[in-house]
């Protein structure tokens, strides 16, 4: 799956700028969505904060096997 996505152009740069873009976008989430003052809509996004920020560790874990992939 690796190789494929290296070949599609997908580079591990990307993968680590998607990452840090993940965890930004969820402290923005967080804080935006997650600060209303209705309740249930503050239980809302703070649900969609953590949600955005687990994909972080997955384009980190892309990024770092393409960047180990022997060619």
């Known amino acids: 799956m690796l ?3 290296k070949a599609l152009g997908y580079s591990a740069n ?3 700028a998607l990452g840090f ?3 930004i976008g969820s402290i923005v989430v967080w804080i935006t969505v997650g600060g209303s003052d209705v309740a249930e809509d503050a239980a809302s996004g703070e649900r969609l904060g953590i949600f955005i ?3 972080a560790p997955t384009f ?3 990024g770092n ?3 180990n ?3």
Do not use: N, P, Q, T
């Open 65 to 67: 096997g393409i960047d």
């Open 21 to 23: 873009l993940s965890v």
């Open 53 to 55: 920020g687990l994909w």
């Open 60 to 62: 980190m874990a892309l």
């Open 3 to 5: 190789r494929k996505l």
């Open 69 to 71: 992939l022997k060619d």
């Open 14 to 16: 990307l993968s680590y």
